[in-house]
């Protein structure tokens, strides 16, 4: 069974850096895409950044581009989302997922992940 289990978020002020982690166990990791989305308060989840399975190809949401880099350790089971100057609008639980198919193009839509950690919490003070 797949698992993905988040760590990095915390309690930052705005303009500083966190960088989470996702580490998966179980499966197959490197032939498969991991994306990181998150959830806001009474909102509903949303992409944030994505890497293929090569690390190779990365999307991101427009507005974490230039902020945000995702980035992926084969041989250690990890994907990492390296955030900087974080915004009070970047507050949310972020959420790591494996894409359903093995390779293939990226799509940027949650549809295209189906094994899902538990999330970890991002707070950005201003």
């Known amino acids: 069974q797949v698992q993905l289990v988040e760590s990095g978020g915390g309690l930052v002020q705005a303009g500083a850096s966190l960088r989470l982690s996702c580490a998966a166990s179980g499966g197959t990791f490197s032939t498969y895409a991991i994306g990181w989305f998150r959830r806001a308060p009474g909102k509903e989840r949303e992409f944030v950044a994505e890497?293929?399975?090569?690390?190779?190809?990365?999307n991101y949401k427009t507005s974490v581009k230039g902020r945000f880099t995702i980035s992926r350790d084969n041989a250690k089971n990890t994907v990492y989302l390296q955030m900087n100057s974080l915004k009070p609008a970047d507050t949310a639980v972020y959420y790591c997922?494996?894409?359903?198919?093995?390779?293939?193009?990226?799509?940027?839509?949650?549809?295209?992940?189906?094994?899902w950690g538990q999330g970890t919490q991002v707070t950005v003070s201003s």
């Open positions: 890497i293929d399975w090569s690390g190779r190809t990365t």
């Open positions: 997922a494996r894409k359903r198919q093995s390779f293939g193009v990226l799509r940027s839509a949650e549809s295209e992940y189906n094994y």
